[in-house]
């Protein structure tokens, strides 16, 4: 089971850089979109896209992992407590947001602003829920 435990953290812990970078990657270059029917525009819109499809495949990987290691470990959740289930707030919160900025995405591409706000905002509040999560687990573990 150590081995076991160990495997799933790796992966875990992997998928959770991964994420992280995605989402600050992402940041980056879409402060730098100006016009998304320029060149440029279509281009960082391509990449924010990608990024996109791998962030989605990294929170996936993530509940997996997650829930594996807490079967495997902890059989008892409940014996964890409020960090924890804070923690998993957090990451519901997380998911929920990453998945909608995902839906976004068609829209800013078509050059709604009101959708690019949105997805701007849904952003920030992803930094902040990756990073609160973060703090929990280190709190809970």
Not at 3 to 15: C, D, N, P, R
Not at 67 to 89: C, E, H, Q, R
Request: net charge positive; hydrophobic share 60%.
């Amino acid at each position: 089971m150590d081995i076991l435990l160990k495997i799933l953290l790796m992966v875990h812990l992997f998928s959770m850089c991964i994420g992280i970078g995605i989402g600050i990657a992402t940041a980056v270059a879409s402060a730098q979109l100006g016009d998304v029917k320029s060149d440029a525009g279509r281009a960082i819109l391509g990449i924010t896209k990608r990024f996109g499809g791998l962030g989605r495949a990294a929170i996936i990987l993530l509940w997996i992992t997650g829930i594996s290691m807490l079967l495997v470990a902890y059989p008892n959740p409940m014996d964890l407590g409020l960090t924890f289930f804070a923690k998993i707030t957090a990451v519901i919160v997380l998911t929920v947001s990453i998945f909608v900025a995902g839906r976004l995405g068609p829209l800013v591409a078509a050059g709604d602003a009101d959708a690019r706000a949105k997805a701007k905002r849904l952003g920030m509040l992803n930094g902040g829920m990756a990073t609160l999560a973060l703090i929990l687990a280190v709190l809970t573990f």
